[in-house]
């Protein structure tokens, strides 16, 4: 019922962010390895058209994010199929020339590319939906390691050196760990969303009145308080209290005593806006705090409660009426002082007759 500001997930901004921050450092980096190549002897064309187009790429996907936030599963997919082909295409492209070129080894021409293929996957697990995460860290793998490894293990001399020993282990055992690791994240990932629903199911429980819904009185005292230290004077409250409620009680029995409860939460519910307070103050006493109104506005709220109760009758019991009393913040209220001049104006509506509206 009430909304004191606009609640953005926390976990969908921190990914926004993080994505942002992925694709700056992923474009400086290959802008980084793109310099590297070019101040190498001979540089190798592929090196640098793959390098120097992978941090363009990744740097307009950065700008694309940041001025279209809504683009993210997009700009993220289109970064993930960009940075697997910059990757891919060497890793086939080095093994099958090194195949077909005599006195060429794959050791001393590929590029430091399998330690990149790590961090592709890692990221994968982050951005991507469970069932996504594994189709695609699969596919990747496998498009980027099977020449590489193929080769390795068909020439002996080269796998068996310190660079191509660290290649077999990084795209053999390495990947395979980070493949079986995906599974155990997701579950984890659940077991904390699972555990986080509950402590909010716990929280609702402890603040929330089992019976209407309603704040229960310990959360609506801790709402007010944090209110009365930085009040408006032009907010009002209300406190009302249904006519003659035992009687209901003991002529209709307590099931029917506990529907008129509901019922009367409802009718009121529908008329206050989301910034408004709405509790269950104790058994048959509910309390409302108008937000930003002037004295005549609050009275015209009770007003509008109270003709709403009693609108329609409330099956088994008939019609229901209720007793209004109203008080405007005042500079030197405290929340007690000011709950008290409600409860004196309520005590007033009822000494008068009650089913009416009576403002201190």
């Keep these: 019922m009430v909304a004191f500001a606009l609640i ?8 926004r962010r993080t994505g942002l921050f992925l694709l700056l450092v992923s474009a400086m980096g290959a802008g980084f390895v793109a310099w590297l190549h070019s101040r190498q002897p001979a540089p190798q064309t592929l090196d640098l058209v793959m390098s120097n187009g992978l941090a363009l790429a990744l740097a307009l996907l950065f700008v694309w994010l940041w001025l279209r936030p809504g683009s993210f599963t997009q700009v993220i997919w289109a970064g993930f199929l960009i940075a697997l082909f910059a990757i891919a295409v060497p890793a086939w492209v080095y093994p099958i020339r090194a195949m077909q070129t005599p006195g060429l080894t794959l050791i001393d021409t590929l590029p430091p590319m399998s330690s990149t293929l790590l961090p592709i996957i890692l990221a994968m697990i982050v ?30 001399a080269e796998l068996h050196s310190a660079r191509g020993m660290d290649m077999a282990i990084t795209l053999g055992p390495v990947m395979m ?8 994240h997701r579950g984890l990932e659940q077991w904390v969303s699972t555990l986080q629903a509950e402590r909010a199911r716990m929280q609702a429980l402890a603040e929330r009145d089992g019976l209407t819904g309603l704040y229960n009185r310990r959360a609506s005292e801790q709402l007010l308080t944090n209110l009365v230290a930085a009040p ?7 406190l009302f209290d249904i006519d003659h409620f035992k009687a209901v009680n003991d002529t209709h029995g307590h099931p029917v005593g506990d529907e008129v409860l509901r019922q009367v939460a409802r009718r009121c519910e529908a008329l206050l806006r989301r910034d408004d307070v709405f509790a269950r103050w104790g058994g048959e006493e509910f309390l409302v705090m108008v937000r930003g109104t002037r004295d005549q506005g609050v009275t015209q709220m009770a007003e509008l409660l109270r003709l709403s109760i009693a609108s329609a009758p409330i099956d088994s019991v008939g019609t229901v009426t209720a007793s209004f009393g109203v008080a405007l913040f005042r500079p030197h ?28």
């Design 8 to 15: 953005i997930d926390p976990r969908q901004r921190f990914i």
């Design 127 to 156: 951005f991507l939906r469970p069932r996504q995460v594994i189709v695609a860290a699969s596919v990747a793998w496998v498009i980027v390691a099977t020449p590489i490894l193929f080769y390795l293990f068909a020439h002996p």
């Design 177 to 184: 760990v980070v493949l079986v690791y995906i599974p155990f």
């Design 232 to 238: 408006d004077t032009s907010d009002g409250l209300i």
């Design 333 to 360: 209220d405290t929340l007690a002082s000011w709950v008290q001049r409600a409860d004196t104006a309520l005590y007033a509506a009822k000494a008068s007759g009650r089913d009416r509206v009576v403002a201190d």
